[in-house]
T-cell receptor, first 114, second 115 residues
Framework: AQSVAQPEDQVNVAEGNPLTVKCTYS??????LFWYVQYPNRGLQFLLK??????LVKGSYGFEAEFNKSQTSFHLKKPSALVSDSALYFC????????????FGKGTRLHILP | GAGVSQSPRYKVAKRGQDVALRCDPI?????LFWYQQALGQGPEFLTY????????KSGLPSDRFFAERPEGSVSTLKIQRTQQEDSAVYLC?????????????FGSGTRLTVV
């Protein structure tokens, strides 16, 4: 069965430092991979996706993610963190041409310290 | 409207009460999904519609949960005889179906509290 793992419940980063939020996936086929962000009392907001092509994808708010097929990872990164980046981040996977439903990781809470 | 709209925003139900949660997807979106998000957890898939057809309901936790989308647009998630473990945020998402350029658009959710 397909699954997504986010090994860190919480990540703390000082403002201005680079940040990484980790994600690994397990699927039997080729995945679509997504990152979503959730602010308190808000719905999920799309950040970026990997479908095919360049392994490094750029998304909203200066975030980027690198698809690594050999390590089955899709870590979220940002070169310089902002306090406003503090939120809950979800990695998600959809199986290409198999099923349209998204499977989410459990989420990682990102705290950016001023 | 421009986004996915869910109502009510908050719902408090007494245990045993029936509730109905509404989702208005983006106009023209073929696919519609319901997810359940418990406190501190990631969203869990409940059910999926393509137009009016319910193609996957494997995530519905019990036969107390029922979803419909009779005209292929608005969807309702109904929970009968609510239990405390049903307390969660219920998220609705829509997409063009097979178009992943913008992923799925999620609504703000309905926070259900069963007391």
């Amino acid at each position: 069965a397909q699954s997504v793992a986010q090994p860190e419940d919480q990540v703390n980063v000082a403002e201005g430092n680079p940040l990484t939020v980790k994600c690994t996936y397990s699927v039997s086929g080729n995945p679509y991979l997504f990152w979503y962000v959730q602010y308190p009392n808000r719905g999920l907001q799309f950040l970026l996706k990997y479908i095919t092509g360049d392994n490094l994808v750029k998304g909203s708010y200066g975030f980027e993610a690198e698809f690594n097929k050999s390590q089955t990872s899709f870590h979220l990164k940002k070169p310089s963190a902002l306090v406003s980046d503090s939120a809950l981040y979800f990695c998600a996977v959809v199986l290409m041409n198999r099923d349209d439903k998204i499977i989410f990781g459990k989420g990682t809470r990102l705290h950016i310290l001023p | 409207g421009a986004g996915v709209s869910q109502s009510p925003r908050y719902k408090v139900a007494k245990r045993g009460q029936d509730v109905a949660l509404r989702c208005d997807p983006i106009s023209g979106h073929v696919s519609l999904f319901w997810y359940q998000q418990a406190l501190g957890q990631g969203p869990e898939f409940l059910t999926y519609f393509q137009n009016e057809a319910q193609l996957d309901k494997s995530g519905l936790p019990s036969d107390r949960f029922f979803a419909e989308r009779p005209e292929g647009s608005v969807s309702t998630l109904k929970i009968q005889r609510t239990q405390q473990e049903d307390s969660a945020v219920y998220l609705c998402a829509s997409s063009f179906g097979g178009d992943f350029n913008y992923g799925y658009t999620f609504g703000s959710g309905t926070r259900l509290t069963v007391v």
